[in-house]
């Protein structure tokens, strides 16, 4: 039962992480109607970034806003100066796209920072805490880790359904031609989406790096599982993105702890597997398929 | 004769790949040297695993990002068989790995086919990432992280003034020889045609008998057979079978080729895999050239190799071979243009004996 505790808060840490790389996948998506590849590898660089911040004797938390800002920086670059071209052609050119960013970004980053594996620091203990005699099962990391996705999706859900930006933003991605008659600059629009959910990413690279540490192609599972996370929610919603990964989490950790830690990908895809054959527009997704 | 190799697919195409296989077969045995034998090797593998790929994305319409994992089934096959059995011939080890990789391939069809765009992107991926972990949980089947060693095939006695890299060469050449031969003709097929129309409209195709569901399982089974054979290759080439050889980027790399190379013709999955092969061979060397310090010269193929993606798909749309035909067109046109002439004539029927 003790074990059980344990599994499920890292499950559920871990898939905090990659709630956040699957939301920011799902900003993407319904706005664009393309996976970013990219987005583990774009977390990765930006928290190399902070790596140097840091080392540089700079406290922590510069190096995190260094780190978001640079994200949402980069992934509004990407966007206007890479994906615009090919928004209007076939999926398959963005897919290819977002790979060749996704290797120009893991070929750069070891000429930039070195190719060894680095530690990463953490703002708060990552030993876990007692309560009187008691062990508690969860760091203050960890509560840092679920309270920072938390806030990030509470100030995204905020901005996108309280602000008259976020009406703008949405009604781009709901209908670019009506916007653009409306007067809403649908480009800026995408540009800035492509900045927030880069942003997000980020962070999901700042959260993770302490585990995974931190070299070239770190954030590679993170971003698969995170896109599993997607998947099994369903790309069009949100909230099901977010229980997607975190039950991606729990279900990696579980298979990890009691099966074998090799096996855990495996346990993700066969999960991924069954939602979809019951389930192929994922569990969340509520459109109208046309049959014959 | 002409009116049969008009009228034949099959004989036109059984013409051409004779011709390639002995021009092929004579360079590698008299004009290249062992390291240019390695390397087309290598092209040869890829070509294989991008051209069944093709069918799979190009034709078909299904993309798939873990046929990485697929090779690597191909390549277990061969090793683990050939550790117990070290007496079998390669020619069984070859039809072992297909065997296995396309069952594997109907499993992973039967899934797919239900499932559309991104969707079959990300289970395709999670399988690549997946797959790779399993040899080190039965290390004492797939000997776990150090992987399986197995010794390259050995010439025959009669060839015994050959290298093992010209046997290898000779071997994997006509292995890719046949498949794109069977592949070329497999695409112009009724089969093939299927394979097409479930991936312009899938309605209409169901509109019109065409099992859709079926036909994306027998691409996909296609597809996994030229992906176990590239494997099982692939073993004798490295001759050692480990997870690290069959990471995400053999995955992405593939699907990579057959893109850059020009979607959903075979012969841009050939361009697409010397891309692969060649872009880091020549980069390479130019850039240990400059003296870089290792952790930049390393990294230079891979970089270029972003770039020449980023560029290809922003400039080039079609992929390089589509890239080079329109280039090709434009110049004639200007040509002709310039001439004041007309579009040709087209060129008048050859008379049949």
Redesign the interface.
């Known amino acids: 039962m003790h074990l059980f505790v344990i599994y499920t808060v890292t499950g559920i840490t871990n898939g905090m992480v990659y709630a956040a790389v699957a939301l920011a996948l799902v900003m993407i998506?319904r706005a664009t109607r393309i996976?970013n590849y990219a987005q583990g590898a774009m977390a990765m660089f930006t928290t190399y970034i902070a790596l140097v911040v840091i080392r540089h004797g700079a406290p922590y938390w510069l190096g995190f806003v260094v780190a978001l800002a640079t994200g949402m920086v980069l992934g509004a670059v990407v966007e206007r100066v890479?994906v615009r071209?090919?928004e209007s052609?076939?999926?398959?050119?963005a897919?290819?796209?977002s790979?060749?960013?996704?290797?120009?970004?893991?070929?750069?980053a070891?000429?930039l920072f070195?190719?060894q594996t680095q530690s990463f620091p953490v703002p708060v203990s990552n030993i876990d805490l007692v309560a009187g005699t008691t062990q508690l099962d969860i760091s203050p990391f960890d509560l840092f880790t679920i309270g920072a996705v938390l806030i990030a999706m509470l100030l995204l859900f905020l901005i996108f359904q309280r602000t008259t930006l976020g009406l703008r933003m949405r009604a781009a991605a709901f209908n670019p031609e009506i916007s653009r008659i409306l007067g809403i600059r649908v480009g800026r629009m995408l540009t800035l989406g492509w900045g927030l959910a880069a942003l997000l990413g980020a962070l999901a690279g700042m959260l993770a790096a302490p585990a995974v540490y931190v070299y070239p192609?770190n954030m590679?599972?993170v971003l698969?599982f995170g896109?599993?996370g997607?998947?099994i929610g369903g790309?069009e919603s949100p909230v099901g993105a977010v229980i997607g990964a975190v039950g991606v989490g729990l279900a990696l950790s579980y298979v990890s702890g009691y099966v074998?830690a090799?096996?855990?990908?495996?346990g993700?895809?066969a999960i991924?597997?069954v939602v979809?054959?019951l389930r192929?527009?994922?569990l969340f997704s509520f459109g109208r398929q046309?049959q014959? | 004769m002409s009116t049969v190799l008009r009228r034949s697919t099959l004989a036109r195409h059984g013409l051409v790949f004779l011709g390639l296989a002995i021009v092929l077969l004579l360079l590698t045995s008299f004009v290249f040297d062992s390291y240019t034998n390695y390397n087309v090797t290598e092209v040869a593998i890829y070509a294989i695993a991008a051209a069944g790929l093709t069918v799979l994305t190009g034709i078909n319409g299904q993309v798939s990002l873990g046929h990485g994992a697929l090779m690597m089934i191909g390549a277990y096959t061969t090793s683990v068989l050939l550790t117990r059995y070290p007496d079998l011939p390669l020619i069984l080890m070859l039809v072992a790995s297909i065997a296995t990789t396309g069952i594997a391939g109907a499993i992973v069809g039967l899934a797919g086919a239900r499932l559309r765009g991104p969707y079959l992107a990300g289970a395709t991926l999670a399988l690549a990432v997946a797959l790779p972990q399993v040899p080190s949980h039965f290390a004492s089947v797939f000997g776990g992280n150090q992987g399986l060693t197995i010794v390259a095939p050995a010439p025959p006695a009669f060839l015994s003034n050959f290298s093992p890299e010209q046997w290898l060469a000779w071997i994997t050449l006509l292995a890719a020889l046949i498949t794109f031969f069977v592949l070329a003709n497999l695409v112009r097929s009724a089969t093939g045609q299927r394979f097409r129309m479930v991936r312009d409209n899938e309605v209409a195709a169901r509109l019109s008998g065409v099992d859709v569901a079926r036909t994306q399982v027998l691409a996909f089974v296609v597809s996994a057979a030229c992906a176990g054979l590239a494997g099982s290759l692939f073993a004798y080439w490295v001759t050692l079978t480990s997870p690290s050889g069959f990471t995400l980027n053999l995955s992405l790399s593939l699907l990579t080729a057959i893109v850059i190379g020009g979607l959903g013709s075979l012969s841009g999955a050939v361009l697409g895999s010397f891309i692969l092969v060649y872009l880091p061979v020549w980069t390479g060397g130019f850039a240990s050239s400059l003296n870089l310090s290792s952790n930049v010269a390393n990294n230079v193929p891979l970089a270029i190799y972003g770039i020449v993606l980023i560029v290809a798909i922003l400039v080039f749309p079609r992929g390089v071979a589509g890239g080079v035909a329109s280039i090709a067109r434009g110049v004639t046109r200007a040509l002709r243009a310039s001439r004041g002439t007309g579009p040709l004539p087209a060129a008048p029927e050859a008379p049949s004996q």
Request: hydrophobic share 60%; net charge negative.
């Open positions: 998506w996976i890479l071209p090919v052609r076939p999926p398959l050119n897919v290819i796209l790979l060749g960013v996704l290797i120009l970004l893991e070929a750069v070891p000429m070195g190719g192609s590679d599972e698969v896109f599993t997607a998947i790309l074998g090799d096996l855990a990908p495996l993700g895809f991924l597997i979809l054959m192929p527009q994922g046309r014959v």
